[in-house]
């Protein structure tokens, strides 16, 4: 429905997970697409699918977390396809890494500056460099997370620099809405990226499962046709939004399982007698 032809897209992150679903939804719609990552062996699979679908696609191998890697993506997304423009930046590259989340109280700094930094602080210039490059305008989308907008125990970094990165999106589109540039923003639930999957026990899975309606967690294909429409014409009057991609998901797991476990270990105290 939404064409991207005689676009050009980059795709932070683009790789893997999440990111490759959304360079795949915006070859499929027509566009050309740049995506990046530190690792060449998930760029050079993700690249064959994309040119094997028919687009214009190349790939740049660096540190998305450092001015010089960020200026050599905006490079490569200027040259791609001949027409010295982004029409669409999708900072999409993000994690929080198990060694760096925890528990607030024992938080260090590492582990914060670890998540904030590449959730945030790096999304943040991704975005300032791509926006300086739209001269004619263009369309930046943040992914964020649903732990934006909720408690995060456990990861509490992790939530508060996608609620920076909302935060920012909306500061964003004010300031560069009259260079038309729109900034939105993508709140996923979970998702089975091959990261996520690591990441959790069966017992977590079948918890998060029953709290979403629609009775399945998220494949990194239900991410994608948002940014499309993100990136096409047909929403050129929407910007400063966060939408949240959660399978009708309302319900906070890692609320409920952390509360669950102090219950379970209160419980054990008392029996105990303590
Ligand atoms: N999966 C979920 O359930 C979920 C839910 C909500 C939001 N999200 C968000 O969605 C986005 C994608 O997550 P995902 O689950 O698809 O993660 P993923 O599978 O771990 O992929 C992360 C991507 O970001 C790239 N990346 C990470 N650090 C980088 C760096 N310093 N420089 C350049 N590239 C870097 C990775 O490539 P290299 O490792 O090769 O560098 C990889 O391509 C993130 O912003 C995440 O916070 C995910």
Redesign the pocket.
């Known amino acids: 429905m939404f064409s991207l032809n005689g676009k050009t897209v980059v795709v932070?992150?683009?790789?893997?997970?999440?990111?490759r679903g959304i360079a795949r939804a915006m070859a499929k719609a027509g566009a050309d697409v740049l995506i990046?990552?530190?690792?060449a062996g998930?760029l050079a699979e993700t690249l064959a699918e994309l040119r094997a679908l028919g687009a214009t696609a190349d790939t740049v191998a660096?540190?998305?977390?450092s001015f010089a890697?960020i200026a050599e993506v905006v490079a490569a997304g200027l040259a791609l396809g001949g027409r010295n423009t982004i029409d669409c930046w999708v900072n999409?590259?993000?994690?929080?890494a198990p060694g760096d989340v925890g528990p607030l109280i024992d938080m260090d700094e590492r582990q914060w500056d670890a998540v904030v930094d590449?959730?945030l602080k790096w999304t943040f210039f991704a975005a300032q460099a791509a926006a300086r490059v739209m001269t004619s305008g263009g369309s930046i989308v943040n992914?964020?997370?649903?732990?934006g907008s909720q408690p995060c125990p456990m990861t509490g970094n992790y939530g508060a620099a996608?609620a920076g990165v909302e935060n920012l999106t909306a500061t964003m589109a004010v300031e560069w809405g009259h260079l038309g540039i729109r900034v939105n923003a993508i709140?996923?639930?979970?998702?089975l990226?091959?990261?996520?999957t690591a990441m959790a026990s069966e017992s977590r899975r079948r918890r998060q499962i029953e709290t979403v309606p629609l009775r399945r967690l998220?494949e990194?294909d239900d991410v994608g046709p948002l940014a499309v429409y993100f990136a096409a014409d047909e929403s050129s009057w929407t910007s400063g939004t966060v939408v949240q991609v959660t399978g009708g998901s309302r319900i906070p797991v890692g609320v409920l399982s952390y509360l669950h476990k102090i219950n379970r270990d209160a419980e054990a105290r008392e029996a105990a007698g303590a």
């Open positions: 932070t992150g683009g790789g893997r997970g999440i990111g990046t990552g530190r690792s998930p660096t540190d998305i977390m890697g999409n590259a993000g994690s929080a590449l959730n992914i964020s997370s649903r732990s996608k709140a996923p639930g979970v998702v990226t091959e990261s996520a998220g990194v």
